[in-house]
């Protein structure tokens, strides 16, 4: 169709008409297009954002600590025992019972006490008992139980590590 301004104006303005007629339909479809396009960004721009927050997360580290049992006990009371005859090593439920009668083998006491730590390769051993004097029928005694140590790491980000 050909339009010729000067001589039909009428039939322009009939085609202008028409024309804005189907222009909100037009415009309608195009809002919905761009927001669903806008929902998909947000959406878009959320999930990265979450995963730059993770992804700047500091690694968090928690240390185990398990209590030996009594097998581990009586394995290491055997190997204390033999580093000095004058001190009576014991395997008990809840440590080990180091302890000597005769003052004079104080030394050796010591000794074997502080050799605790140094046979042991896996577990951390601490005090819950200690008398140096006049212990009740002993000259000293000591009560050392174990534990064992586990680091575990989560890294950045990852949920289930």
């Known amino acids: ?11 322009l303005m009939t085609e202008v008409s ?18 669903v396009l806008v929902v998909f960004s947000v959406q878009g721009f959320l999930t990265e954002t979450q995963k730059e927050k993770k992804s ?3 690694p968090t580290f928690t240390l185990k600590k ?5 097998k581990i006990y009586e394995d290491y009371s055997v190997v ?5 005859p004058h001190v009576k090593v014991t395997a008990e439920k809840d440590g080990i019972r180091i302890g000597i009668t005769d003052a004079a083998k104080y030394a050796e006491f010591m000794f074997v006490l502080n050799s605790v730590q140094g046979v042991s390769k896996d577990v951390v051993w601490q005090a819950k008992e200690i008398c140096l004097a006049e212990c009740g029928g002993s000259a000293s005694t000591a009560l050392v139980s174990g534990i064992t140590e586990k680091v575990e ?7 289930n590590e």
């Open 18 to 35: 028409r024309m804005l007629g189907l222009a909100p339909v037009f415009t309608m479809m195009v809002a919905i297009i761009m927001l």
């Open 153 to 159: 790491v989560k890294l950045r980000g990852l949920e």
């Open 56 to 58: 700047m997360e500091l």
């Open 80 to 84: 204390l025992a033999r580093l000095s």
């Open 1 to 11: 169709m050909k339009l010729d301004f000067k001589t039909d104006s009428s039939l």
């Open 66 to 70: 398990l209590p030996v049992g009594k």
